[in-house]
């Protein structure tokens, strides 16, 4: 029986996950320790070799604001004129700004070079979802984003990556007081499924 109380919690867990905009939370914060245990259940992620290749870098407080501000600066500093968006630097300074935490989601390359990067990348993205759910299952809303300078090398410099290091994006942590919305998939499964 307890077996069956606990795939149904997780099934639940599963299903409930939603993605919430950092302009959706309410700048309640959550307590340091509460984001480390997320960060440790992304740290049980599937990793083929133990290449373990997810990095974190973790802003909470001031550091928050911080991270927004420098954000947008490399926005403009690495713009050309002509397709700076004065709204998108906007968006990138008050980004965080009802945020608890902003978690920088990296891969580091690891030390097997046999194994393929998309590998690495599919073992960062388990331990984003390991983390996530562990957040949904604490009431804690978050969102991942990949826009602005994610993908520019000057955003992998800034956060000290190396070379074959890759950015993913940026995790936002925090509450909200808005209704969970339904969930839905555009496609039925059996699109996406064969059965031999």
Known sequence: METTTTASSL?????????????SMNGRKIADETVQQLLQMADWAPTHGYTEPWYFVVYGGDKVQQFCN????LYKQFTPTEKFNPGSYDKLKSQGDL??????ICMKRGSKPGIPVVEEVAAVACA???MWLSATSQGIA???GSGGMTFHPAMQ??????????VLGFFYLGYTDEPAQPGKRLKPLSEKVKWM
């Open 70 to 73: 420098d954000h947008a600066e």
């Open 11 to 23: 099934e639940k867990i599963i299903a409930g996950r939603r993605s919430v905009k950092p302009t």
């Open 142 to 144: 978050a969102y991942w």
């Open 128 to 130: 984003v979802q390991n």
């Open 157 to 166: 410099d800034y956060l000290g990556l190396g070379d074959e290091d890759q």
């Open 99 to 104: 945020a608890s935490h902003v978690i920088a």
